[in-house]
């Protein structure tokens, strides 16, 4: 006959982001801060990735993928920067040349 064993108790979720975030948070602003080029931006990415992290923990399949999870969250948010940025840009640029355009006909 097998000894039951009790489940262990759930990991604490605050502690082991934290751990993760003292390991990999400046690895992780170092690839963000390359991807974007602005250190505020790259540290609210970072910021948010550790955030959904600790929100999603106890959607893991495994604990031992959190750091995958908070390296892709990071890549994508660096992802979604980039093209809100572009589209910002695009907007800009759009609405420049139709003023331009307005000018030389010489609406206001």
Request: with cysteine.
């Amino acid at each position: 006959m097998e000894k039951y064993i009790p489940p262990a108790a759930p990991p604490d979720p605050a502690g082991q982001v934290a751990a993760l975030y003292a390991e990999h948070a400046l690895g992780l602003l170092r690839l963000a801060v390359i991807m974007l080029g602005d250190q505020q931006a790259a540290e609210d990415v970072v910021q948010d990735a550790f955030l959904g992290l600790y929100r999603r923990w106890s959607a893991l399949r495994s604990t031992d993928r959190a750091q995958a999870y908070v390296r892709s969250a990071v890549f994508n948010g660096c992802r979604s920067v980039l093209r809100q940025r572009a589209r910002h840009r695009q907007s800009a640029t759009s609405r420049g040349i139709a003023a331009l355009g307005r000018m030389l006909k010489g609406d206001s």
